[in-house]
């Protein structure tokens, strides 16, 4: 069975928001999800209870004897926080001698909204499941003591009991058309951090340089012969050709091995019949033998890149050009590097370590880096990195010495970028901790959003730690099992800013 978190079962406050237009569930209100059952004049019951993989937000009038409760049901898929397109869920009602009474939405009302109803006969404590069946699986989630009211006042009156104050409204439609999220604040293993920067640099395996096998006039086989150019392993890069030269040497030394390779193969076969007639001796055969295979090897070599375009110069490897050094008509001599072609493999985290960390130098075994212009955090383990190296010396400029991961390269790291990186060493130590995209500051005081209900949120200061880079330790101001937003949050601001929430009922 899953895990089971309720998070809340109290008053359903009225909703509010920047613009009027945006409080309907999907330009609906809840009178429509409902058949026209107006919840204006009543104070409605909310639910929410999570599993690791869904969020239901049940929102219904209080369960009163003999009267039909319809539940506005919300579902979300935690992992993308977007609802629920299909499936169907059950609502069942137990009472303490195992009797109750079950109703199903086979499909939803509107996207993410299922509205399944009961009707119960008689008062009392219930126990309240709610199942369901999705392509994701099959979920089961159950809230004890449900009360069922003798009427509506007693209903009313119960529940006003428990309204919370300073809550911040945040619709689920509002947050399933944004990159939206939340997650439990618990304890975890944090490593000691050291805050520095670095730089992506090239991995010493995975450049290639390429050299000139013969001096000559360079040509490109295309136009698109340029830096970042994906290329295949023997796939052309240059022809080096010696027309225009006054000796054309690259044309002369074709037909001269060809000359001397038909030469000695006709030699070599006169040798064998005459070998084979004992005309001639073992040493003058093996001496006809020896200069074949000789001017067979050189003339391969040469004919194997030789073209009428010239010699074919060839990627070493599979990867991307990353640099060129020369230029279309431009004259090369024999082994001058002309171009650099990169594995497209790994890549080097070179992070600066100053000196007053140097004691912990031997306790750093990996590290997490973020570029400048993205919010994404990167881990070298997650890379399949690992530490290769470190400084020997101090750098006089700035007192650093270099720490050097070795790590997989992938699309969105390039070679040259500048990292703020967050170097861990070995020792650690359990504490309450969160993503740190879920903290905002205002003046240096820092504080985050608890989600108390589905749709309710309160604004909560607390002291922050040392961080990461992804997650950030919380000192004081939540407690483990809490739930935070940790996406989004920016927007539950915004909202919050419009004011708090009424003591009424709501539509959406």
């Keep these: 069975m899953n895990k089971i978190y309720l998070v809340a079962l109290g008053l359903s406050l009225s909703i509010i928001s920047c613009k009027p237009a945006t409080s ?136 006003a009991a428990q309204q919370k104050e300073n809550q911040t409204a945040f619709l689920k439609e509002q947050a399933w058309k944004i990159d939206f999220g939340t997650e439990d604040v618990k304890h975890g293993i944090f490593h000691k951090i050291i805050k520095t920067t670095g730089e992506l640099i090239a991995s010493s395996n995975s450049e290639i340089r390429i050299s000139a096998q013969s001096s000559g006039i360079i040509h490109m086989p295309s136009s698109d012969i340029v830096n970042g150019k994906p290329v295949k392993k023997n796939e052309a890069i240059f022809y080096i050709t010696g027309n225009g030269l006054s000796d054309n040497s690259l044309t002369s030394r074709f037909i001269s091995a060809r000359s001397e390779f038909e030469k000695t193969r006709a030699n070599y076969k006169r040798a064998e019949a005459l070998r084979a007639d004992q005309i001639i001796s073992e040493r003058e055969f093996d001496e006809a033998k020896s200069n074949f295979e000789k001017a067979d090897i050189n003339f391969q070599l040469i004919s194997k890149d030789y073209s009428t375009k010239g010699i074919k110069v060839a990627s070493p490897a599979t990867g991307y050009v990353c640099n060129i050094f020369v230029k279309e008509g431009e004259y090369v001599e024999k082994g001058q590097v002309i171009g650099i072609v990169d594995r497209n493999s790994t890549l080097i985290l070179k992070a600066d370590l100053y000196q007053k960390h140097l004691t912990q130098l031997s306790k750093i075994h990996s590290a ?112 483990a099992g809490e739930r935070v937003v940790s996406k989004g949050v920016y927007f539950v601001k915004l909202a919050s800013m419009a004011g708090a929430l009424p003591s009424h009922g709501h539509e959406h």
């Design 24 to 159: 309907g569930h999907e330009g609906h209100s809840h009178d429509e999800v409902t058949g026209g059952a107006s919840h204006e004049e009543h104070t409605n019951q909310t639910l929410t209870l999570f599993s690791d993989k869904t969020e239901i937000f049940a929102e219904f009038h209080p369960l009163v004897a003999g009267q039909v409760s319809i539940f506005l049901t919300h579902l979300t898929r935690l992992e993308t926080y977007k609802p629920y397109s299909e499936g169907k869920v059950t609502v069942t009602l137990i009472d303490k001698e195992g009797n109750g009474i079950r109703n199903t939405a086979e499909k939803p009302s509107s996207l993410g909204i299922f509205t399944p109803s009961l009707k119960p006969k008689t008062t009392g404590l219930y126990t309240l499941i709610i199942e369901v069946d999705s392509k994701f699986g099959k979920e089961r989630f159950e809230a004890q003591n449900i009360e069922v009211y003798a009427s509506e006042e007693k209903a009313t009156k119960a529940l």
């Design 368 to 479: 997490n880096f973020k570029l400048p212009y993205r919010d994404e955090i990167y881990n070298t383990d997650a890379l399949d990195g690992k530490l290769i190296a470190y400084g020997r010396d101090i750098h006089q400029d700035d007192y650093t010495t270099p720490i050097f991961f070795e790590i997989n390269k992938i699309p969105e790291l390039y070679m040259g970028s500048y990292v703020e990186v967050y170097l861990k060493s070995e020792s650690t130590r359990k504490v309450l901790s969160i993503s740190k995209s879920a903290v905002l500051e205002d003046q240096s005081i820092f504080f985050v959003f608890v989600q108390t209900e589905g749709e309710s949120y309160e604004k909560r200061f607390v002291t922050i730690g040392s961080d990461n880079g992804k997650e950030i330790e919380i000192l004081s101001g939540l407690k």
